[in-house]
Nanobody, 115 residues
Framework: QVQLVESGGGLVQAGGSLRLSCVASGTIFRFNAMGWYRQAPGKQRELVARITRGADTNYADSVKGRFTISRDNAKNTVILQMNSLKPFDTAVYYC?????????WGQGTQVTVSS
């Protein structure tokens, strides 16, 4: 059984920063990859960033150079550092864990960026 708990969302002004955390119920090395997705009103859920078991990373083009995904293995935690936030980043952000062939999801945390 897998649980993912997100935290760190909030309201910030454009240009500001937020740090999202996702705490898993066990070692994150059980997962092939972990990542962050987001869903804005009226839009499909999209991949924001992903980190594999081997620590390879991928980012959506819209966040490259602004967001960084990392992990704290001792705390079973994946982190998304978001800098230079823009209004279009406003969305609910969901933590994802992939443990083939299964996907697991957190409850989501709201990020709102004002102009």
């Amino acid at each position: 059984q897998v649980q993912l708990v997100e935290s760190g969302g909030g309201l910030v002004q454009a240009g500001g920063s937020l740090r999202l955390s996702c705490v898993a119920s066990g070692t994150i090395f059980r997962f092939n990859a972990m990542g962050w997705y987001r869903q804005a009103p009226g839009k499909q859920r999209e991949l924001v960033a992903r980190i594999t078991r081997g620590a390879d990373t991928n980012y959506a083009d819209s966040v490259k150079g602004r967001f960084t995904i990392s992990r704290d293995n001792a705390k079973n935690t994946v982190i998304l550092q978001m800098n230079s936030l823009k209004p279009f980043d406003t969305a609910v952000y969901y933590c994802n864990a992939y443990d083939a062939p299964f996907n697991y999801w957190g409850q989501g945390t709201q990020v709102t960026v004002s102009s």
